[in-house]
C-alpha cells in the first residue's frame, strides 16, 4: 500500500467511525476495494460499539433519558467534539458541554447539562491523583471537588433512579461534595447543607478545626452563653465528615 492510499484508507477509517460521511459520499473511497471496505465497516461496528458502551457506562442515567436519541447524539456530539485524547474514555469528556448547546433537549431536561457533568465528575475523581498527608492532623480529604448546581441533582438522580415521574423540575441550588474513598476507591456523593459547606470552604483555606468553628461561630453571631453548645453540634458534623472519610 502506497502513502497516499495509507493517508487515504486512514480517512476513510476516521469519517465511518465518527462521522459515517464516506457512505454518502462516493468520491471519497474510489480506489479502495470492497474487501478493504468491509474490513474497515467491521473495524468501525466495533469501535462504535465499544464507543457507546462506554458513553452508557460513564453517563447512565443521563442515557436513561435520553436513550431513544442516544446514538444520533453521539454521532452529533462526535462531529462537533472530535477526540482529542488517546485516552478512549475522555472522548466523552465533553458531552455536559454539548448538551448544553442542545435547546432542543434543554427544553424537556433544563437540568440535563449538569446531570451529565454530575456523572462525569464520578470518572473524574476516580482517576484523580492522590495527595499524600503531610502529617496525622486530621484534614479535608485532598481527592474531591465542590460543584454548585443550579438543580436538585442528587435529587433528580434518584428519581431517575427509581422510575418516578419528574414533573416540572424548577431550579433549586445545590452543593455537592465528590469525592474519592481512600480506602476502597470508591467515589462519593455528599450533598452539603449551608452551614456544612461553609465548614469545608473554611477549612480548604488551611484553617484547624477548631479556628472553623470559630470564625463560624463568630459569622453566626454565636454569643459566650451559647458557644458550647454550638461546638458539640459543629462536633457532630466532624464525625459525621470523619465517619464518611471527607475528614482523613
Not at 502506497?2 to 484508507?9: E, F, G, P, R, V
Not at 480506489?31 to 465499544?50: D, H, M, N, T
Not at 463568630?218 to 464525625?239: G, P, T
Request: hydrophobic fraction near 40%.
Amino acid at each position: 500500500m502506497t502513502l497516499n492510499s495509507l493517508k487515504k484508507t486512514q480517512k476513510v477509517i476516521k469519517d465511518l467511525i465518527l462521522f459515517d460521511s464516506v457512505w454518502s459520499k462516493k468520491n471519497k473511497v474510489k480506489g479502495l476495494s470492497r474487501s478493504i471496505l468491509e474490513r474497515i465497516k467491521i473495524y468501525r461496528e466495533l469501535v462504535r460499539g465499544s464507543f457507546h458502551d462506554l458513553s452508557v457506562n460513564i453517563y447512565p442515567v443521563t442515557y436513561k433519558l435520553l436513550s431513544k436519541i442516544w446514538d444520533d447524539l453521539l454521532s452529533d456530539y462526535l462531529e462537533k467534539y472530535p477526540p482529542g485524547s488517546p485516552i478512549f474514555n475522555k472522548v466523552v469528556e465533553h458531552l455536559p458541554e454539548y448538551l448544553f448547546t442542545r435547546k432542543d433537549i434543554l427544553k424537556n431536561y433544563p437540568f440535563i447539562s449538569e446531570l451529565a457533568c454530575y456523572e462525569w465528575l464520578e470518572v473524574k475523581i476516580y482517576e484523580k491523583e492522590g495527595i499524600k498527608k503531610a502529617n496525622k492532623t486530621l484534614c479535608l480529604n485532598p481527592v474531591h471537588e465542590i460543584c454548585a448546581f443550579q438543580y436538585a441533582i442528587p435529587e433528580i438522580v434518584e428519581m431517575i433512579e427509581n422510575n418516578q415521574p419528574l414533573g416540572k423540575i424548577y431550579k433549586q441550588i445545590t452543593n455537592v461534595l465528590i469525592y474519592r474513598d481512600p480506602k476502597n476507591f470508591n467515589v462519593r456523593f455528599f450533598e452539603l447543607s449551608t452551614s456544612s459547606f461553609a465548614f469545608i470552604e473554611l477549612l480548604k483555606s488551611g484553617l484547624s478545626i477548631d479556628m472553623v468553628i470559630y470564625f463560624l461561630a463568630n459569622a453566626y453571631q454565636v454569643d459566650k452563653s451559647n458557644y458550647k453548645n454550638f461546638e458539640k453540634e459543629a462536633m457532630k458534623l466532624v464525625s459525621v465528615l470523619k465517619k464518611s472519610r471527607i475528614l482523613i
